[in-house]
């Protein structure tokens, strides 16, 4: 069975340091690996998805790395804004999950001004 | 952002009672999801559909059932609500289930008094 974990749970950094946020995974037979933003009552919105051939993705400010062989899996946010201050989930399609994702806890940051 | 709806976006009732959770998306996604989310145990899936009139269950499906009538439409239905079903309920949609990206709406809370 597909397991997904995300450590910390929360993360306080000052604004302006860069952001580093693990997703490990057990499995490493996966399709794809998506990280989302989820603001407090509110919706997941996806930020990137990188499929299992790709070792990263870039969005901006956003840099997003796949190791599968070691199950791992990073979220790099330069230069924090408060803006950024969101809890952050990854997900794995894996074939053991019936091709379904399987979500991490997520990371909790916050970005202080 | 994808065209996803979902209503009501609140709602409280009372166990027992049927409640009736829709999603509408505009995209034409041939994917549907319900998920649900509490605290302690993530995002979890209850069910989806790959096609109109085609469902599947998810990993907590006891308890819910799921219709989907047109393409744009997927409706969550608690028949016989209790408070163990007090949650966010979320819809997510995608063009391929194996290797598209997920795309989720706001969210519908549910309380079961």
């Known amino acids: 069975k597909q397991e997904v974990t995300q450590i910390p749970a929360a993360l306080s950094v000052p604004e302006g340091e860069n952001l580093v946020l693990n997703c490990s995974f057990t499995?490493?037979?996966?399709?794809?690996l998506q990280w989302f933003r989820q603001d407090p009552g509110k919706g997941l919105t996806s930020l990137l998805l990188?499929?299992?051939?790709?070792r990263e993705q870039t969005s901006g400010r956003l840099n997003a790395s796949l190791d599968k062989s070691s199950g791992r899996s990073t979220l790099y946010i330069a230069a924090s804004q408060p803006g950024d201050s969101a809890t952050y989930l990854c997900?794995?399609?894996?074939?053991?999950?019936?091709?379904?994702?399987?979500f991490g806890g997520g990371t909790r940051v916050l970005v202080k001004p | 952002d994808a065209g996803i709806t979902q209503s009501p976006r609140h709602k409280v009732t009372e166990t027992g009672t049927p409640v009736t959770l829709r999603c509408h998306q505009t995209?034409?996604?041939?994917?549907m999801y319900w998920y649900r989310q509490d605290p302690g145990h993530g995002l979890r899936l209850i069910h989806y559909?790959?096609?109109?009139?085609?469902?599947d269950k998810g990993e907590v499906s006891d308890g819910y059932s799921v219709s989907r009538s047109k393409t744009e439409d997927f409706l969550l239905t608690l028949e016989s609500a209790t408070s163990s079903q007090t949650s966010v309920y979320f819809c997510?949609?995608?063009?391929?289930?194996?290797?598209?990206?997920?795309?989720f709406g706001e969210g519908s809370r549910l309380t079961v008094l």
């Open positions: 997900a794995v399609h894996g074939a053991t999950a019936g091709n379904k994702l399987t």
């Open positions: 990188i499929q299992s051939s790709q």
């Open positions: 499995d490493s037979a996966i399709y794809n």
């Open positions: 995209e034409n996604h041939r994917y």
């Open positions: 997510a949609i995608s063009e391929s289930s194996i290797t598209g990206e997920l795309f």
């Open positions: 559909s790959y096609g109109v009139k085609d469902t």
